[in-house]
Every structure is written in C-alpha cells, then in structure tokens.
C-alpha cells in the first residue's frame, strides 16, 4: 500500500465511527425519551437500564446501521475530497479509478468481515441480555393465547394441547398420536401434562394408552405417568424478536426444529439468516456506489452530495424492508428476498460507473 492509500483509508475508518458514533447517540436518546415512561412504571433498577439494555443497545444499533453509515461515510470524505480537487489530482497523476476504490474496498472488507462475525456470533448473545430485559421491564407480561396446537414433535408422532397455561407450565387435553402411513398406531389421551423443572420432564395425569394392532386394539390408563417429549415449556414461551437472539448454528438447528414440526413462521428466521449473509456484500457494494456517485466535483457543495447519499441509503433500506414484509407474508422468497436490493443496487453501481469521467 502507498502513502495515499493509507491516508484514504484512515480518513474513511476514522469517518465511519464518527457517523455510527454521532447516530448512536441520537438513537440512543430517542429511544430513551419513548422508554422513559416504561422504565419507570416497571421500576427497572438504574443499572440494569445501562448495563443490560444500552450497553447491549448500542452495539445492536451501531451494526443494524453499519452498511448505510459505510456509504454515508463514503459519501462525506470522497465529496471532501471531490470538492478540494484532490480526486482531480489522483486520476491526473495517472492512477486509474479502478485503482482509487483499492483503499476503500480494503476499509469496506475488514468492516465487511468484522459485521458478519458480529451479526452471526457477538450481537446475539448481547441481545440475549438486552431483550430479556425488554420483556421484564417493557414489554407488558406474557400470556400463551394459542388454542388447538398440533406440533410434530417427531416423525409419525404428532402432539395436541387444547389450550396452555404458560405461568404454571400446564396443557390441557393432550393427546399423542402415532401415526403410520394413513393408519392411527397409537393414541394417548390425557386430562393435562406439567412440566416438572427438576426432573425436566413431563407428568402425564389421568392418562388412556389406546394401542391398535390391526383389528386388535388394546386401551391401559392410568393417573399419572413421567416422560420425555421433543417438546420443552420455552416452545410456548414468548418469542419477541426471537430469531435476533440466536447464534448462526442455534438458528440453524431452529429452522431445522420448526421445519420438523410444519410450523407456521419459518420465513422469519429464514429472513434473519440470509439477510446476515448479505450485509457483508452491501457494505461493498454501497462503498462502491458512495464513491463513483460523490467523485465528481460538484457545483453545490459537499453538502449536496451528502444528502443525496442519505436519500440514496434510505432508498435502499426502503426496498431492504419492502422486500422482507412481503417475503415474510409467503408471497416472495426469502433467499430473493434478501438479495433483491444488493442486486437492484450493484445493477445502479454498474450504471453509475459507466457515466463517471475517468
């Protein structure tokens, strides 16, 4: 690397946290003045508030934000730079444009690399802390409401709960039913189950076992019997933001888990899991775009540039969220999802290069 290269790339570095610091902050504050009221009648101990939730907080935000503040930060220095003619300079000197993105796309790949470890292994176990502390002090308490659930809680062997207390642990008119081909093996009946924590399994009380073995059928019962089941009281647990909480193999093995069951909200986490394979490539390309769109010179001032980058970054999140709702609705799939606005944006990176004087 060249004397040049190195000061490009301390300036973009040192204007991409000077953004993601000053953007922070404003989150920050915004969110705290709405959550005020919240902390308050919840009586959320002054430590928790700074340790669980804002130190948690910020992080998530400063990585949420990062693709957009690097075409921000882009967009500030090479303006600056466009503007005092130091671009000018450059590709008179004979160093090709091409040559000039070098020292950006260094800067957007170790930011690249940094999110994708952040997004997939260090953000969520940070928001671990900070959504339990959400649900204990913000969140108003949580009620199971489902009614009629069937779960596959493994195959051929199907479970029903007519209704669950999700404070004492308890299902009410359960049933287990083993299933072979179109033919009903096995059916267990029960007046309700209640997870014991300390045996980690579940009672089974006021029980009937119908076995069915051909023309055969044989019925036992009983008034309480333990077992183990594929099935744990956290599956009727609140889910808020769940899936922002999972590490990439714990998000894996939960796709996994509800694609088992045919479970009904698989899109979401499908969505969390290819969206974090595409924040590293919208880094690049949004660096990319930030660069061939302010390294022209321009008549009305740095300050033009910049906030024609921001309406750029925003489009793109706008399309980014767009794309999500409908996918999440089953209308569109999550893998394209995701990709659309990379894809719609490399498309303008390329159309914009083809115009910028080199």
């Known amino acids: ?56 907080f910020i992080p998530y935000w400063a990585n949420y934000i990062s693709p957009l503040m690097v075409f921000i930060a882009t967009v500030f220095l090479t303006s600056r730079l466009a503007a005092r003619t130091e671009i000018i300079a450059m590709l008179s000197s004979g160093i090709s444009f091409i040559r000039l993105l070098y020292p950006y ?53 199907i479970a029903y709960l007519e209704s669950y207390n999700n404070v004492s642990n308890t299902g009410y008119k359960f049933t287990l039913e083993k299933i072979e081909g179109n033919q009903l093996k096995q059916k267990l009946s029960a007046d309700r189950i209640e997870w014991d924590a300390k045996k980690k399994k579940w009672g089974i009380h006021d029980y009937s076992i119908r076995t069915i073995n051909g023309l055969t059928e044989t019925l036992t019962s009983g008034t309480l019997i333990d077992t ?63 660069v061939i769109m302010s390294a022209r010179k321009s008549r009305r001032g740095v300050g033009w540039q910049v906030a024609l980058g921001f309406l750029l970054a925003f489009t793109y999140l706008l399309f980014f969220v767009l794309a999500k709702g409908i996918a999440e609705s089953g209308n569109l799939d999550p893998v394209l999802a995701v990709w659309l606005p990379n894809i719609i944006f490399a498309s303008i990176g390329v159309l914009l290069y083809n115009t910028i004087p080199r």
Do not use: C
């Not at 204007?15 to 959550?35: N, Q, R, S």
């Open 105 to 157: 796309l260094l800067g957007a790949t170790v930011l690249a690399v940094l999110t994708y470890f952040m997004v997939n292994y260090i953000i969520p176990r940070a928001n671990k802390t900070r959504i339990a502390f959400e649900v204990a002090y913000i969140n108003d308490a949580y009620t199971y409401t489902g009614r009629n659930v069937h779960i596959t809680i493994a195959p051929n062997i």
């Open 228 to 290: 183990t089941l594929n099935l744990k009281p956290t599956d009727f647990s609140s889910d808020f933001n769940l899936y922002e909480t999972l590490t990439l193999p714990e998000l894996n093995q939960h796709i996994a888990l509800l694609q088992s069951r045919g479970a009904d909200g698989v899109e979401t986490y499908l969505l969390e899991k290819y969206s974090r394979d595409t924040r590293p490539f919208a880094i690049l390309i949004l660096t990319v775009i930030g």
């Open 1 to 56: 690397m060249k004397l040049l290269d190195w000061y490009i790339l301390k300036r973009f570095l040192q204007t991409y946290i000077f953004v993601v610091m000053v953007i922070v902050l404003i989150v920050v504050m915004i969110d705290y003045t709405e959550k005020i009221d919240n902390f308050r009648s919840h009586n959320a101990p002054g430590e928790k508030i700074l340790v669980d939730y804002y130190l948690n």
